[in-house]
Each structure stands twice: as C-alpha cells, then as structure tokens.
C-alpha cells in the first residue's frame, strides 16, 4: 500500500525517562528497520553540550541517520514549536528515503508538541518571567490552581518551566493555556508509540552509573570550557542538569563528591516527572525493559510495530 499522502506515513515513537535505555535501543531498531532516528532530548539540540547530555557518539551513529543533534549553538534557544516544525519537514523526507522515522527520546515539551499538539502562542515576555521565575515553586502552583485549574492538573508541581509558560501565557492573553491547548492538534501521520519504564533500583543504579561516567569523561571540562566561551545562567543551555553542579565545582562551593549527588538527585526528579507526564499520554504500549537486553527489547518492538502496519494497512483498505 502507498504511504506517501499525507498522515499515512507511521512514525515510531520512542519515549520514556532519562537513563531508561532509549538510546541504545533505538539505534538497534534504526539499524533493523531500517530507520533514522528524530532525536527528542531537550537538550542535545545544542552543539558543545556532548558529555552533560550523554549524547549518542559518532561512532555510535555510524551509518545510522541522526536528526536535530547539534542543530542550534548554546548561546541561542529551541522550542517545541520550532521542534514540530522539523520533524513535520522531516518525516516526509526520511519516508521519502524508504526509511522509517522514529522519533527517539524523553523531552516532554517536544513530544507533547507531536503526540498533543502545540498552539502557536504569545511570545515569551522577559520581564513576566523574570518576575515569576522570583516566586517560589509553591506559590507558582498555586497561582495555576486558580488560574487554570486544567492546566493544573496536567502539569507535574514541581514542573516549573510548564507552570511558568502556563502562567504567563494567561497573563499576555487573558486566556488559560489549557484552552489554547485544546485547539492544537497532534502530528498528522500515524503514530505508533512505545514507553519505556524501569523497575525504580535498576534505574536510579542506571542514572548513578551515567552520572559517574559522564564525570569519568570530562564533564568538568565541557563545562569549563563552555563557561570561557560565555555560557551563564541566562542561557537556556545553562539550565542542563549537570552544568549548574559543575559550575559550584568549580567556582568552589562544593566538592566532587557533592556535585556527583545533586546531579543525581535531580536527574531522578527529572525521570520522575517524565514519568507522570508519559503515563498521562494516551495510546502508549508501555514495555519494561528491567533486566533485558536492548536486542530482547527490540524484538517485542518490532514484532508490535508489524501488527500496527498490518492494522493500518486493513484500517485504509
């Protein structure tokens, strides 16, 4: 069956939180398929931030095509609009190559934009920022609460960047964000969407393990050097889990062994909070990869994705 008019192109959707296992599993069904991965993480978008955001090596990507890795410099900034943008551009494109698009990775503003969809809102407004980013996180949420309580209760309480958007989006329109959102429609192909989940030891040992190695590679020195070139914490980049940890290094407020915890603790809030926002999403074949091997993964994956084409196929007939 042709595939080629619009919305009839499926997408593989991996997502699922941070040290889950995502990456070395979408390079093993990229590599059967085959396919070329669309990646999805917040922050490999910028160029220089190699080690703090564990990105998949050169090598790692040898001969299989990687999109939207090192597109935009630290020093400028990328949206879920702009993400949306690319891959609606891209997955004609990868179609075109008889390959199939798979969009890989655990930034929850990015696939939103494409599982929920994304209205093209106001413009952020510095100055409403700069006064709402001086509240604390309790008085943020409960400013939500009132303002928009749908919102509310799709966005994690601890989720600041989301109760943040929400709130100033209110402020410039008069408008909750949740009705905005309500307008926005989801990415035009078909989807077939996989999460990934960990048993809670073999992940928080998965996020320890990457944090030590991330540090075992140099990740003092990325970020040294980032800090010479310019890098602050005005920068969207600068906000990366990892760079802040560093930065206390050292200017000297705290010691390795310091640094090592915090980036933990707070990559673990970060999967938890990807967790309560995946597990909101609906139509995902949700998979435990705990104590599994990426090829073992893969097989149930694809053996899924089979069944989805066939289905697909006698839907359209």
Known sequence: MDRSSEGRQPVLVLLGPTAVGKTAISLEIASRLPGEVISADSRAFFKGLDIVTDKPSERERLGIPHHLIDIVSWRDTYDAMAFRRDVERLVPEICARG??????????????????????????????????????????????????????????????????????????????????????????????????????????????????????????????????????????????????????????????????????????GLARRQTAFFRREKDVSWLDVTGRTARDVTEDILAAWATFLEADDVQHE
């Open 99 to 268: 390959s199939v698009p798979i969009v890989a990775g655990g930034g929850t503003l990015y696939l939103g934009a494409i599982l929920r969809g994304i209205f093209d809102g106001p413009a952020r407004d510095s100055a409403i920022r700069a006064e709402l980013e001086a509240r604390s996180i309790n008085v943020l949420y409960e400013q939500l609460r009132a303002a928009d309580p749908v919102a509310a209760e799709r966005i994690h309480p601890n989720d600041r960047l989301r109760i943040v958007r929400a709130l100033e989006v209110h402020r410039l329109t008069g408008r909750p964000i949740s009705t905005w959102q309500a307008d926005a429609t989801p990415l035009a192909h078909r989807l077939f969407v996989v999460g990934l989940q960990r048993g809670r030891d073999e992940h928080r040992a998965a996020i320890a393990s990457r944090v030590r190695r991330m540090i075992d590679r140099g990740l003092l020195d990325e970020v040294a050097r980032l800090h010479e070139e310019g890098l602050h914490s005005g920068c969207q980049a600068y906000r990366t889990i990892g760079v802040p940890e560093a930065m206390s290094l050292l200017e000297g407020r705290t010691s390795e062994r310091e640094m090592e915890q915090q980036i933990i603790h707070r990559t673990w």
